[in-house]
């Protein structure tokens, strides 16, 4: 079992960055893939970025590329966002995700992970 926190999000304007991070209990984090996904208003949850057990490699989604970096400490269980030149559309719950690694990299959709944590929200304004 693990359990998952987000923090860092907020409101922010367009142009600006932000760091998010995950905090996940139990002595196993190092056996997850982590990812994050995000959820816009009435739309549905997509994938923004993965990172594997090891932090190597990583994969991102074409809308984030660039201006995402994903990164994780195994000794402190962590894992972050950083996020630049945001953009109003960014605006999105965003959650981090811990999956058992497949044997398909990357692991994108939602299904792929076991335990989710309770998102925070990023509001960009324009």
């Known amino acids: 079992q693990v359990q998952l926190v987000e923090s860092g999000g907020g409101l922010v304007q367009a142009g600006d960055s932000l760091r998010l991070s995950c905090a996940a209990s139990g002595r196993t984090f190092s056996s997850y893939a982590m990812a994050w996904f995000r959820q816009a208003p009435g739309k549905e949850r997509e994938f923004a970025a993965i990172i594997s057990r090891s932090g190597t490699p990583t994969y991102y989604a074409n809308s984030v590329r660039g201006r995402f970096t994903i990164s994780r400490d195994n000794a402190k269980n962590t894992v972050d966002l950083q996020m630049i030149s945001l953009k109003p559309e960014d605006t999105a719950v965003y959650y981090c995700?811990?999956?058992?690694?497949?044997?398909?990299?990357?692991?994108?959709?939602?299904?792929?992970?076991?335990?989710w944590g309770q998102g925070t929200q990023v509001t960009v304004s324009s």
């Open positions: 995700a811990a999956g058992v690694p497949h044997t398909t990299w990357p692991m994108t959709t939602a299904p792929s992970f076991d335990y």
